[in-house]
């Protein structure tokens, strides 16, 4: 069983002892360098800070800010915003790099990166890249994540008022951070039925989020998906080989197509003219 710390939502330092060796360096550079072809790299201000970000898609579409997982900005988070970028009539995806150019190639590496993550800092981020999209072409604004960017993507439905609509994949914000009682944008939410992670993405936690969002008012969907675990959505063969490594052996092709086509659908009815 893997536990969280509920007061940071972070991983604790017992995850995943098997994996704690897993890096897969080679593979992770090829697919960012042939993905990094697509992105527009930028900076992006706010306080008294700058970060980078990469942007993909039509210009003047609908933006979607896009939030990475535990890894940091790597070749998956990048396969999921160019994905997004091509649905329906074209969407302008942009990923804020929250770790400032750090990526973790192993589960120890994205553990210590995701421990020294300041939480509030990273709503900070995700407000300034809704607000970049919405100053260059963008009227409307979603926000979505995984794992640790599906718990900061529900953060921003409550913190962030610029955001139109928010897809949220395996992962919830500890109360400290943002209570979905509070939401004031859409949210749509994806957890797989066998993940393990107790207190922030396990189907207890789903179903706590749920009732958070029937009390706030918002539209909301919360789907559960039989049979899958933690990071479902991770398809790529790197993805695949990672997750393997970490004990989440299965693959679920219809799973995943069903998720998007429901993301599809909850981003076109509240982002689309």
């Known amino acids: 069983m893997v536990r969280i710390c509920c007061s940071r939502s972070i991983l604790t330092k017992t995850l995943f002892f098997k994996a ?4 897969l360096p080679r593979l992770q550079v090829r697919s960012v360098m042939m993905a990094d072809s697509s992105f527009n790299k930028i900076q992006i201000h706010r306080d008294d800070t700058t970060f980078d970000a ?36 074209g969407y302008k995806a942009l990923i804020p790099d929250l770790y400032r ?3 973790g190639l192993d589960v120890a590496e994205a553990q210590h990166l995701m421990d020294g993550l300041d939480w509030q800092g990273a709503v900070k981020d995700i407000r300034a890249s809704v607000n970049w999209l919405k100053a260059n072409g963008s009227k409307k604004v979603g926000v979505t994540g995984f794992c640790m960017g599906g718990a900061l993507s529900i953060a921003s439905s409550v913190l962030v008022p610029e955001v139109d609509a928010v897809v949220a994949f395996y992962g919830v914000p500890s109360l400290e951070l943002a209570d979905p009682t509070n939401a004031k944008a859409p ?18 936690a789903a179903k706590a989020l749920e009732e958070k969002l029937k009390a706030s008012g918002v539209p909301y969907e919360v789907h559960i998906y039989p ?3 933690h990071a479902f959505m991770n398809r790529s063969p790197e993805g695949v080989e990672r997750r393997k490594g970490m004990g989440m052996a299965d ?18 009815r509240f982002l689309l003219p």
């Open 20 to 23: 704690a060796t897993t890096s």
């Open 54 to 89: 990469y942007v993909v898609g039509k210009e003047d579409a609908p933006g979607i800010v896009v939030l990475q997982e535990w890894w940091g900005v790597d070749f998956e988070i990048k396969n999921h915003a160019l994905k997004i970028s091509q649905f329906d009539s």
């Open 101 to 103: 150019g750090k990526v």
């Open 187 to 204: 949210v749509q939410a994806h957890f797989g039925e066998q993940d393990g992670f107790v207190g922030f993405s396990d189907v207890t």
């Open 227 to 229: 049979g899958n675990a």
């Open 251 to 268: 693959e679920d092709e219809a799973a995943v197509e069903l998720a998007w086509s429901r993301f599809r659908s909850w981003m076109s």
